[in-house]
């Protein structure tokens, strides 16, 4: 029932679903057809290789993508082919690490992940979901391929990065004990953020780069466009999606922005921030206050999963029926234990008191719209087919054994980020790379 945490990606690859939503506003899933491309090596990289056709089709999903986000003045288009290129010798690291230590994705996670997407961002099966793409000529294949790079790429991470990571008891105490300590679990922010990198050390270059940003910044606070001038000027890896850093909690951010941060209101643009990989420009996008007291709900399911033999009608057929069963009188608990595909039907389906905070979107979606013992219609999760019920509600104030569990994964969190970024740097540095075509 539950889904991972917070999703860590380095390479910042856009979502399934957003690179989807961006291939249907391009017209077609592959490089335009309007241009024929003769393909080749653009890289060498250790053993491998990244193709033309690869950076091709990344720069028509970038343009894409950035035109779903309003941006103009697009710089030109050998300066987002490099920054891409950069990610993709990345990537093409990363996944061969990947072999070297046997970390594999199934087939059966990414058909999972297929159904997730299907569900979740368009609310069909995957029968329904492949009909769509094939209407819209998107080879099937191709779609799985390329959530299969993205899954394994987050593995590697999670697989080699993670264990690097330590949090004690006594890191999270002295966490807690933080003057702000009430103010980080409560409030989120989204920062925008512009790294221009050093280009040289001589003091000169230093003065020229100094005056360039303050420059950007006057700029910014005049009114100028963030992400449109990210994308320009910015050479941080968030760039390409207009240096937007999403919602985070203070302590998720990095430590450089931390006190700035804070002392700044919704549109606000900081002074530059310097360090050793440059100065660093950051605009306060939106902020909101989470409450310290929380609605919990206690709900009981019953889940029919879809398999090799029982298909995704055939399961939604059979939970209809059990559906039915309930309404006629039948006893809910019975029929999960007799039914149910989750381990929750050892106890009668009862998943016990929940925030909602790992459940499935679509379950939780389902569970807050749900009146107290109201047995709802068949719908299907990342999961499978289920109904629920919800049994009460209930509103608690937030305890210490939840701020424990929020101060270690804040903490974990942002040593892993900053963990990975130390470990990407360390297999590009240690990487054959060669360039082979520069311009396309």
């Known amino acids: 029932m539950f889904q991972n945490l917070k999703k860590r990606s380095s390479s910042h690859r856009r979502s399934v679903a957003l690179f989807l939503m961006s291939a249907f506003l391009v017209g077609g899933y592959s490089v335009t057809a309007e241009s024929e491309i003769l393909d080749g090596v653009a890289v060498i990289v250790n053993d491998s290789v990244v193709m033309v056709s690869e950076i091709e089709r990344e720069y028509e999903l970038t343009l894409a993508d950035l035109a779903t986000k309003g941006a103009t003045n697009i710089p030109p288009k050998d300066q987002i082919v490099e920054q891409i290129t950069e990610r993709l010798i990345l990537e093409s690291i990363q996944i061969q690490e990947a072999g070297w230590r ?3 994705v199934s087939d059966e996670e990414v058909t999972n992940g297929v159904r997730e997407t299907a569900r979740q961002q368009f ?6 979901f492949r009909e769509l793409l094939a209407k819209e000529g998107i080879p099937y294949n191709q779609f799985r391929e390329d959530l299969h790079r993205e899954a394994l790429l987050e593995k590697v991470q999670q697989l080699i990065v993670g264990p690097r990571v330590y949090i004690s008891a006594q890191d999270v105490e002295v966490f807690r004990q933080l003057p702000y300590f009430d103010y980080l679990a409560a409030d989120q922010f989204r920062v925008g953020h512009i790294l221009i990198a050093h280009d040289d050390s001589d003091a000169a270059s230093a003065n020229e780069l100094q005056a360039r940003v303050e420059d950007l910044v006057k700029e910014l606070r005049d009114g100028a466009d963030f992400a449109t001038m990210a994308v320009n000027h910015s050479s941080a890896s968030t760039a390409l999606e207009g240096g937007d850093l999403d919602w985070r909690r203070v302590e998720e951010l990095p430590r450089l922005f931390v ?10 643009v900081a002074d530059p921030i310097r360090n050793e990989r440059g100065l660093h420009i950051i605009k306060l996008v939106d902020k909101r206050t989470a409450t310290r007291d929380q609605e919990e709900t206690l709900v009981r399911h019953i889940l029919i999963r879809p398999n090799a033999i029982k298909t995704e009608v055939a399961a939604k057929k059979e939970l209809e029926e059990i559906r039915q069963q309930i309404v006629d009188g039948a ?17 009668g389906g009862e998943l016990d008191w929940t925030n909602g905070e790992r459940l499935d979107p679509i379950f939780l979606d389902v569970m807050n719209t749900s009146e107290i013992g109201e047995l709802s219609e068949v719908f299907a999760s990342a999961f499978g087919w289920h109904i629920l019920e919800v049994l009460d509600r209930r509103v608690t104030d937030v305890t210490e054994q939840v701020l424990d569990t929020f101060a270690f994964n804040a903490l974990a969190n942002r040593m892993f980020e900053e963990t990975l970024e130390d470990w990407l740097q360390e297999i590009r540095a240690e990487a054959f790379v060669k360039v082979v075509r520069k311009s396309f």
Do not use: N, P, Y
């Open 102 to 104: 046997g970390i594999v």
């Open 123 to 128: 609310d069909m099966t995957i029968e329904e």
């Open 259 to 268: 006190e700035e941060v804070l002392k700044m209101e919704v549109g606000d």
């Open 331 to 347: 006893d809910f608990e019975e029929l999960a234990r007799q039914h149910s595909d989750d381990l929750s039907g050892r106890d």
